[in-house]
Structures are given as structure tokens and as C-alpha cells.
């Protein structure tokens, strides 16, 4: 599970964000579960990135569900929940973010790109409330990697290659439906090369250890 990440404007993430088409980007700092986060998606006027509430499903009311965590979305869901369904076949995302954060029996680590920021899969909806359009967004989840079981063992957001070029404009294409392509990147595979930090806290990012890296596979 991933439960808070950060996007600020420094060298990877400028980095990423002109590898996919979209410099323009606020750069968030802190993002948690129902606060605004930035999601690149593919329009019929071109790509581009926008902001979106960090938590897919809203009520009646235009606020989160907090019935449902739905700040994350499992990948043996993503074609079968009444929520996951559609939007993963025609509204998936990436999430940019410099870092994630997470945690485990009480010890926390961040995690970042070694070359660049994170490209997070994710999925997205929009929802009419009142007189304004409202996008919200959710990262998607894998099984947890075996070189994650010390300090996260339960699961690994789905991490992307923007270097695979092909593959990224799959996944940002809405009219791309054909999602049995994506069937091996959600096996919690890590198809980029990670750095890992011991945190001193869930949010103090000072580091509580040595870095090390986890090559891609």
C-alpha cells in the first residue's frame, strides 16, 4: 500500500516530467490520501498534467467515500470491482512522484528512482459536482517484490518505464483497451533500478540509515 508520496521540482523529477510531454507541473510537496495530487493522462487535445483528489471513489456529496480506501487500487481487482473496471480500461494515469513513502511495523522508508522520479500506474475518474468538473485518481498496487519483505512486504505500487516509450502510450491511450498487455507489469516486478532510505519517521524523511539499491529486474 501506498499511502503518502511527495512531488517537488528537483532533477529527477523535471527529468521524468519532460520525458513524458508535460514540464508544466506544480510540484505538490506532501500528498496524502484525499489531498491533491498531479496525475498525467492522454486527452483528445494531447497530453497533459492536472490536478486530482487523491481518492477515486466520491460520495453523493462530492467528497471522499471514506466507506471505501480507495487511494489505492489492488491489481487482482482491477477487472473484476465495480469501481476498478472501467476506469482501468479506459482511464488509467501516471502519478509522478520524487519519492514514496512506506511502512512497515512501525519502520519507514522512502523510496525513489535512481536515474528519475517515479511514474506511478494509476487510474482516474471524473465526476460532475454541481457546476465543476472534479478528477480524482488512484495508485495501483502489486504484490509485494521479494526484495521489499524486510521493509515491505505486503505490496509494491506499479512502478513504470517512461523509457518504454511504446508501452507508456498504452497505457495512456483511453481508447487502448486491450489491457491483457499490461498482465506482466502487475506482478510487482520492478522494471527500474530503486533507492531505498530508512526514515526517522512516517514524515521525517531524515535519514535514519544507509541507502541502498534495488536493481531492477
Not at 72 to 96: A, G
Not at 158 to 173: R, S, Y
Not at 201 to 212: N, Q, Y
Request: proline residues 6%; charged residues 20%.
Amino acid at each position: 500500500m501506498c499511502g503518502a508520496f511527495h512531488l517537488v521540482k528537483e532533477k529527477k523529477s523535471l527529468g521524468l516530467m519532460s520525458a513524458l510531454g508535460t514540464p508544466e507541473f506544480t510540484g505538490k510537496g506532501l500528498c496524502v490520501p484525499a489531498s491533491t495530487i498531479e496525475i498525467v493522462l492522454e486527452t483528445e487535445s494531447g497530453r497533459r498534467c492536472q490536478p486530482a483528489k487523491w481518492w477515486l471513489l466520491l460520495g453523493k456529496d462530492g467528497k471522499p467515500n471514506y466507506q471505501y480506501a480507495t487511494f489505492n487500487s489492488r491489481y487482482d481487482k482491477l477487472r473484476s470491482s465495480f469501481l476498478t473496471k472501467k476506469p482501468y480500461q479506459t482511464s488509467r494515469c501516471i502519478i509522478p512522484a520524487s519519492l514514496v513513502i512506506e511502512g512497515q511495523n512501525k519502520k519507514y522508508h522512502s523510496i525513489t528512482g535512481k536515474d528519475r522520479a517515479l511514474a506511478l500506474g494509476g487510474l482516474y475518474k471524473t465526476y460532475q459536482v454541481g457546476d465543476e468538473t472534479v478528477t480524482t485518481a488512484s495508485i495501483i498496487t502489486c504484490p509485494g517484490h521479494t526484495k521489499w519483505t524486510e521493509f515491505h512486504a505486503k505490496s509494491t505500487p506499479l512502478f513504470l518505464d517512461v523509457d518504454d516509450t511504446e508501452g507508456i502510450g498504452m497505457w495512456l491511450d483511453p481508447t487502448f483497451n486491450q489491457v491483457e498487455a499490461f498482465d506482466d507489469w502487475l506482478t510487482g516486478r520492478l522494471p527500474i533500478d530503486v533507492v531505498v532510505t530508512p526514515m526517522a519517521g512516517a514524515r521525517d524523511l531524515t535519514a535514519a540509515g544507509p541507502s541502498f539499491l534495488c536493481g531492477r529486474d
